[in-house]
């Protein structure tokens, strides 16, 4: 008989083993990690045990990433707090820099805004590149990635040669109207493949704090 058919009748006659008890106690089958041969009972065991190794190895996995999720929910609550006291644009540009800076230690940022007259005490309202404006319009969500786009390298001053990885954040509110520039020395800190959800949060979170004193 083939194996899949033995297999196929046991699973179909469970009754198999009452009428036939003693051969339980008979059967022995490999170590399965190799070595002497144990009874099908304790192969029962050590399945049983691998499976639950498997599950504890889940469930920890599960918490990890939710003691994470829960981690950045509260960096994201804070700078939320901090965007929201903010009574006019220095000030949330400020909160913005700390908060990124402090709460989620990413080293260099840049912003840029297109919508508000120009200051000479604001380097975010100087003028920006039409390639800049487009490259931002463009951005459905958050892009990261290995290289400064557009003509963005100059907007981090001297450390732009340092650095390995971007993230960069469209503010809008309707329509495009910012750039938020997200930047590290290390290659891993911002890559395509990552995650963008709470880099989109933050984005549409900046937006709704810096429009407030735009218009």
């Not at 399965?32 to 009972?41: D, K, L, V």
């Not at 920890?60 to 009574?87: F, P, T």
């Not at 340092?162 to 520039?181: N, Q, V």
């Not at 891993?188 to 995650?195: A, L």
């Amino acid at each position: 008989m083939k194996p899949e058919v033995v297999a196929e009748f046991l699973k179909e006659h469970p009754e198999f083993f009452e009428h036939y008890a003693g051969l339980l106690a008979e059967i022995y089958i490999p170590h399965p990690h190799g070595g002497r041969a144990i009874p099908i009972s304790e192969r029962q065991i050590l399945t049983l045990r691998e499976r639950n190794k498997q599950i504890e190895g889940k469930l920890r996995e599960v918490i990890h990433y939710g003691e994470e999720n829960d981690a950045i929910s509260e960096k994201v609550h804070r700078i939320s707090v901090a965007l929201l006291a903010a009574s006019e644009l220095r000030a949330v540009l400020n909160a913005v820099y700390l908060n990124l800076r402090e709460d989620f230690a990413v080293p260099h940022v840049a912003l840029r805004l297109w919508r508000g007259a120009n200051r000479a005490d604001l380097p975010e309202l100087k003028p920006v590149s039409d390639g800049a404006r487009e490259f931002a319009a463009s951005l459905a969500n958050p892009n990261c990635g290995s290289h400064a786009l557009v003509d963005t390298g100059g907007w981090f001053g001297d450390a732009a040669s340092h650095l390995r990885s971007f993230s960069y954040l469209p503010l809008r509110d309707g329509e495009t109207f910012g750039l938020l520039a997200l930047a590290s020395e290390d290659p891993q800190r911002f890559y395509p493949e990552m995650g963008t959800l709470y880099l989109k949060r933050l984005g549409e979170l900046v937006s709704a704090a810096v429009v407030r004193h735009l218009r």
